[in-house]
Every structure is written in C-alpha cells, then in structure tokens.
C-alpha cells in the first residue's frame, strides 16, 4: 500500500486546516500525524479513510504496484478513533462474528483466539452496552489491529486505556506491523513512540504552508 498526497488541502466553510500537503506515506513503515488539539490530525486521518472530503488537491492509493479506487480503499484499511461507536447491542462474540464477515483476521486468528489476544475471555457474552470505556477501547484496537488490512489508521489509541492497556496497546501493535502502513494521529508519546516518520499537520496551516509552484 503505499498513498500519495499532493496538493491536498482541507476548508471547512471559509477555514482552511490544512494546504499544500504534498507526502507520500509506504508500507512497512509507521507515521505519526502530530499536532496541538484541534491542528486537523482526525480530519486528515478520516480524509485518508475516506470518511471525509478533502478540498483540493490529490489523494491516490496504489496496492500491489495498481492504483486502486478511493471507494475501494476501505476493503484495505481499518480505522480506530474515539468518535467511532461500535454497536452497543451485541455481546462481544456477536460483535466479532458480525466484523469479521466484512473483514476477516490476519493469520486466519479465530473471534475466540482474538477474545484471548484482548484479555477479554471472561467477556465474550457480555453486552458492549456493559462494558468500561477502557474494554471498548481495547475491543475497537482488538478488532483494528487485527483486521487482515494493509493499511491501520489509529486516531488517539490509548483513549481511555490504564498503563495495562497502553502497555497491551504497544505490544499488540508490534507484533502486527511488519510489511503494514500505520499512521497514528496523537500528541502522547507512548501512542506513537514506535513510529519512525513524523508529519507535523500544523507545517501545512494556510499562514504556514508554503504555496504550490
Ligand atoms: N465537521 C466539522 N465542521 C467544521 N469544523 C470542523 C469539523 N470537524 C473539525 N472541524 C474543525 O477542524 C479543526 C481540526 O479538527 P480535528 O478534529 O481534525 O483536530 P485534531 O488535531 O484531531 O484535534 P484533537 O487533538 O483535539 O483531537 C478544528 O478547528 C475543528 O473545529
């Protein structure tokens, strides 16, 4: 997977978040998007997950050497961030058997071995609805982190997670990143101290951001 950004630049009404971002993001690599609160790190993960429309510019995903479809590039990607809800009403095993008839696991890993993986075996009939806001967390980084996709977009990943969780955070991401693109939008460091790139969104505010020749 490998995604290149030229140009893009995104306005909501008369604001502009962002211009002039030119960057091209490979596989087997991380990145972290930094940023103040409210520098545009979720609007640019979202616009990369194509939950959200870009303003100007291009935004060109290729997988295996092909260029691929914007509306195709959800097929290779998982996404977690704090405003995605999952849904409430199912216990945690229907929440997996119901994922993963969209998206399957990486290395054929069954729901119940993914249970054991999240620490959440005593769980596995438990109503999402009932659980802590750290269990949910680490249910939406279970199911991202473990999704066969090339590409693992993670905005704020240790929302709601105790030193425990952050540790399992690290841990899980580590073993699941080889030959994948992971971005995290974050301005914690243990969130995205395994990153080797660093984009910092606010080099490309309009005041900032030098324009295009
Ligand atoms: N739907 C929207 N309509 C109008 N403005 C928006 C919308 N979504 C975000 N914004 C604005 O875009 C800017 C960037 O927001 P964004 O959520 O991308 O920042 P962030 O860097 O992820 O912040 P945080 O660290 O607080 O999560 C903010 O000024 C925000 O108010």
């Known amino acids: 997977m490998q995604i290149n950004l030229t140009g893009l630049g995104k306005r909501y009404n008369y604001e502009w978040i962002f211009r002039n971002l030119t960057y091209t993001f490979e596989s087997g690599t991380s990145y972290a998007i930094l940023g103040h609160n409210g520098s545009g790190k979720s609007t640019l993960l979202t616009i990369i997950a194509g939950h959200n429309l870009y303003s100007e510019g291009q935004l060109e995903y290729t997988?295996?050497?092909?260029?691929?479809?914007?509306?195709?590039?959800?097929?290779?990607?998982?996404?977690?961030?704090?405003y995605l809800e999952l849904v409430?009403?199912?216990?945690?095993?229907?929440?997996?058997?119901?994922?993963?008839?969209?998206?399957?696991?990486?290395?054929?890993?069954?729901t119940?071995?993914?249970?054991?993986?999240?620490?959440?075996?005593?769980s596995?009939?438990?109503?999402?609805?009932?659980?802590?806001?750290?269990?949910k967390q680490r249910l939406k980084l279970g199911i991202a982190i473990y999704s066969d996709t090339s590409l693992l977009l993670l905005d704020e990943p240790t929302t709601n997670l105790d030193q425990e969780g952050v540790a399992w955070y690290q841990e899980?991401?580590?073993?699941?990143?080889?030959?994948?693109?992971?971005?995290?939008?974050?301005?914690?460091?243990h969130?995205?101290?395994?990153?080797?790139?660093?984009?910092?969104?606010?080099?490309?505010h309009s005041a900032t951001a030098k324009p295009r020749v």
């Open 88 to 110: 409430e009403e199912f216990s945690l095993l229907e929440m997996l058997d119901f994922h993963t008839r969209f998206k399957p696991l990486r290395q054929q890993l069954s």
């Open 191 to 204: 969130e995205y101290s395994f990153c080797e790139q660093q984009l910092r969104i606010s080099d490309y």
């Open 63 to 82: 997988v295996n050497g092909k260029k691929i479809q914007p509306d195709e590039a959800y097929r290779h990607l998982s996404l977690t961030a704090p």
């Open 172 to 189: 899980h991401v580590a073993q699941n990143k080889t030959g994948r693109l992971i971005i995290v939008g974050s301005n914690i460091q």
């Open 112 to 122: 119940t071995a993914l249970i054991d993986r999240m620490g959440l075996h005593k």
């Open 124 to 135: 596995k009939h438990k109503f999402v609805k009932d659980f802590s806001s750290g269990m």
